[in-house]
């Protein structure tokens, strides 16, 4: 698949995660053979997907895993980093997911969490990656019942709120 | 003074170039070692691979530095005469420990040194862990440091960084 790749998407390591100053147990988690349940589907090996496009101003890009082809990605540049999903086909630029590992995880559960279920179902999942934020997410989801047109949003917005609590923490 | 040397023309000849190095580790760097003497050859470059992408950095004349890419072919002995080196040069990774203690590390910012303005002295790269690696001319000295010293007087010119 490396032909199919933007030339700017490198394989990821351990090493390369720690010069980036990424939580240790994340690095963890994306090296683990074998993930918890609640990641089917969503955090699978990169071995069978690729990103068609990194734009200009990205410098260099790791994948960290994939879902149905497309790949999570952390993406370097003169400004530091950002996580972000690329596109296997067409030719957009990567979606912008979230400045910090923390707000990557929290898209992660809050794509996963049923907000009525008992937090501690979700526990385990979250050890496993290190995500510190659970029971934000599952208030979150509680209080956006519904998912109204603004839920998008929203979303926006808690993201931001867990990049501004975990960049640098 | 020769363009070559000239931090603008370096720019907007290689500055793509280096904004592209932000986030590539360095995987190897060579020295010229002068293997008789044990000691290294401060007229010849030091080649970085980084991420893939090579860089030839030169310490020219009492005071001037430039850079290539892509210019020069480590498997050949430097200096290659018939396929050999003259006086006993080799390639080596190991000839400088703190050139040798950078490989492994992602790049973070590549900064071009001069003094005067305009006149290119010398490349900072830094790391993600905030390591530096620091290669100048200090008048015909090749400076590797892990520093820019205050005294050498140099300006500071960001490339793989916005300024």
Not at chain 2, 83 to 105: K, N, Y
Not at chain 2, 121 to 143: K, P, T, W
Request: proline share 6%.
């Amino acid at each position: 698949m490396d032909d199919l790749n933007d030339p700017k998407v490198r394989p990821f390591s351990r090493a390369i995660g720690q010069q980036l100053g990424l939580e240790p147990k994340f690095i963890d988690f994306v090296f683990s053979p074998h993930h918890h349940d609640f990641f089917r589907y969503r955090v699978e090996s990169v071995g069978e997907s690729w990103t068609a496009i990194i734009p200009p101003d990205v410098s260099a890009a790791y994948p960290l895993w994939s879902s149905n082809g497309e790949q999570t990605l952390v993406c370097v540049n003169g400004e530091g980093l950002w996580f972000g999903l690329g596109w296997h086909d067409g030719s957009d630029d990567p979606e912008y997911l979230s400045k910090s590992v923390q707000g990557l995880l929290a898209r992660l559960f809050i794509d996963g969490v049923d907000p009525s279920a008992p937090l501690l179902e979700y526990e385990a999942a979250a050890e496993t990656c290190g995500f510190r934020y659970l029971s934000d997410v599952v208030s979150f989801l509680r209080a956006s019942a519904g998912h109204d047109g603004a839920f998008q949003e929203k979303i926006w917005h808690f993201i931001n709120e867990i990049d501004g609590r975990s960049v640098g923490a | 003074m020769d363009r070559a040397y000239q931090i603008s023309w370096l720019l907007e000849r290689y500055g793509g170039l280096l904004r592209g190095l932000v986030g590539v580790p360095l995987e190897q760097a060579w020295l010229v070692l002068d293997e008789p003497n044990m000691v290294i050859h401060p007229a010849s470059p030091i080649v970085l691979n980084l991420g893939g992408t090579q860089v030839e950095l030169w310490s020219v004349y009492l005071t001037d530095f430039t850079m290539t890419s892509g210019e020069i072919d480590i498997r050949q002995a430097p200096f290659n005469w018939n396929g050999e080196s003259p006086f006993g040069a080799a390639w080596s990774t190991d000839a400088s420990p703190l050139v040798a203690s950078r490989v492994g590390r992602v790049v973070s910012a590549v900064t071009f040194l001069s003094e005067p303005a305009n006149h290119c002295r010398g490349v900072e790269i830094q790391f993600f862990d905030g390591s530096l690696l620091v290669v100048a001319n200090y008048f015909d000295e090749l400076f590797l440091g892990d520093e820019v010293p205050s005294d050498f007087g140099f300006a500071r010119t960001a490339v793989g960084r916005p300024c």
